[in-house]
């Protein structure tokens, strides 16, 4: 039985999307961690080579979005009940990279653009498209038309996907704070030492930190729009899994 098959009705609510969500990211723990990671691999070279950059955020917003590429790919088959492999997700993934990497990085700058005015837009471009990415991967969609399609596919739906969102980040945001005490913990310093000698002095330490958290939540981030997407289709739509990826068959 896969991590979807165990609620036969169509209809969905924020506990089954981020239910399935964390069993397909704990059941796929070391291939999708593990790509993340290695996708982020230059982002860690560059922040141990130049600490402190202006330019760290981009880089960490491009290949961050190229990790959820891949990994919205890798989500989909193991929604279906496939082992995905690292190598399996980087191929796979790279082959959809171009509309959607274009996707998620116009979406990134529509959001921050957003809650500059106010935050309100902000939630509402998030809300609309929320599975624009999801939507360049697998159905190799344009970029317009995949705003579009996520636009229809999240009508009606928004006020459910943002309780999604909030839930899930909530309990993210506190397996975070765990996970990065108990990293500093290792490090043998105190938090507010380890704050004050990351504010003056980053090194290596906790730029590998950095890189393994931020590795974590892409994986359950790519794995939670992917599962919104299906979710999503499978109640508008009434298709089922294994109609969605056939298109990497």
Do not use: N
């Not at 098959?5 to 723990?29: K, L, N, T």
């Not at 088959?77 to 492999?85: D, H, M, S, T």
């Not at 796979?92 to 309100?120: C, P, Q, S």
Request: aromatic residues 10%; proline residues 3%.
């Amino acid at each position: 039985m896969t991590a979807i098959e165990a609620g036969g009705a169509r209809q969905w609510g924020v506990g089954s999307v981020i239910g399935s969500a964390f069993s397909i990211f704990f059941g796929h723990f070391i291939s999708f961690v593990g790509t993340a990671l290695l996708v982020m691999v230059p982002s860690l070279l560059f922040r141990l080579a130049v600490p402190l950059s202006p330019f760290q955020s981009l880089v960490d917003l491009i290949l961050g979005q190229v990790a959820s590429v891949t990994l919205i790919y890798g989500t989909v088959q193991a929604l279906r009940g496939r082992k995905v492999a690292i190598g399996e997700c980087l191929s796979e993934g790279f082959k959809r990279l171009g509309v959607a990497l274009a996707v998620a990085i116009l979406a990134t700058i529509g959001y921050v653009i957003g809650f500059i005015l106010l935050v309100v837009p902000g939630i509402i471009l998030v809300l609309m498209w929320a599975v624009a990415v999801p939507v360049a991967v697998v159905e190799r969609a344009g970029v317009p038309a995949s705003f579009g399609r996520s636009r229809t596919l999240t009508r009606d739906r928004r006020w459910r996907i943002l309780g999604t969102f909030v839930v899930a980040g909530l309990i993210m945001a506190a397996l975070e704070a765990v996970i990065g005490s108990i990293l500093i913990a290792s490090m043998g310093s105190s938090f507010s030492e380890a704050v004050l000698e990351l504010a003056s002095d980053p090194g290596a330490g906790f730029a590998v930190a950095q890189w393994v958290l931020g590795a974590l939540m892409l994986a359950f981030y790519a794995c939670l729009l992917a599962t919104l997407y299906y979710y999503l289709r499978r109640d508008k739509e009434g298709v089922d899994i294994e109609q969605i990826a056939a298109v990497f068959d």
